[in-house]
């Protein structure tokens, strides 16, 4: 299981940091990844981490501006998001892959948390 947490309201230019925390099993060896989705769009890739921590890959829309990082002792994946722009007012998810290659495709992903939503005001 996933729960993300961290998301509320921020000014645009603003940074939240959210929060993946994973129980019921350790996610050993799965790449962990973020996700957001708009009202009716399809789910978009965010970031992705590999086990170890040493690849990351970000979509071109928030490269620069969030980092994706894990704690693999404490089962958890976060994202920092700086310089937050309106388009980033979404629904953020957690999701989790059992493999050692990387994917943006979310149907590749088969553990998701329920999600968290982030609001920019303008």
């Known amino acids: 299981q996933l729960v993300e947490s961290g998301g509320g309201l921020v000014q645009a230019g603003g940074s939240l940091r959210l929060s993946c925390a994973a129980s019921?099993?350790?996610?050993?060896?799965?790449?962990m990844a973020w996700f957001r989705q708009a009202p009716g769009k399809e789910r978009e890739f965010v970031a992705r981490?590999?086990?170890?921590?040493?690849?990351?890959y970000y979509a071109d829309s928030v490269k620069g501006r969030f980092t994706i990082s894990r704690d693999n002792a404490k089962n958890t994946v976060d994202l920092q998001m700086n310089s937050l722009k309106p388009e980033d007012a979404v629904v953020y998810f957690c999701?989790?892959?059992?493999?050692?290659?990387?994917?943006?495709?979310?149907?590749?992903?088969?553990?998701w948390g329920q999600g968290t939503q982030v609001t920019v005001s303008s």
């Open positions: 019921g099993r350790t996610f050993n060896n799965y790449i």
């Open positions: 981490i590999s086990w170890g921590g040493s690849s990351r």
């Open positions: 999701s989790a892959r059992r493999s050692t290659v990387g994917g943006v495709d979310p149907q590749l992903y088969a553990y």
